[in-house]
């Protein structure tokens, strides 16, 4: 499976941004997906995750009510619409793919991902 992120870019404090994942390979519809972010100086974090029926979602609590998880099976991809962004949103964001066991499972950590996208830079001015 291969990702491709995109819609990272520049945006001021308080603004959205959409960043996008299309997938390609492998049984999309089959893959729990996540979105992942590496901060300036710090440790890869979780962002974001979502079941392959979309039924289960998963926030880390600094985006929750501010980010939204969602995705297109038919189109093979996966979004994360970002609202109310905050300076400290700021990092690279990654997004990631693995084979879940049923439809409603997803995964918190960056090490039960097998697939990861390339990163697209956000950067949010105060």
């Known amino acids: 499976v291969q990702l491709q992120a995109s819609g990272g870019g520049l945006a001021q404090a308080g603004g959205s941004l959409r960043l996008s994942c299309a997938a390609s390979g492998g049984t999309f519809g089959r893959y729990a997906m996540g979105w992942f972010r590496r901060p300036p100086g710090k440790e890869r974090e979780f962002v974001a995750a979502?079941?392959?029926?979309?039924?289960?979602?998963g926030y880390a609590d600094s985006v929750k009510g501010r980010f939204t998880i969602s995705r297109d099976n038919a189109k093979n991809m996966v979004y994360m619409q970002m609202d109310s962004l905050k300076p400290e949103d700021t990092a690279v964001y990654y997004c990631a793919a693995r084979e879940a066991p049923d439809s409603g499972t997803y995964y918190y950590s960056g090490n039960n991902y097998r697939y990861w996208g390339q990163g697209t830079q956000v950067t949010v001015s105060s």
């Open positions: 979502i079941s392959w029926s979309a039924a289960r979602l």
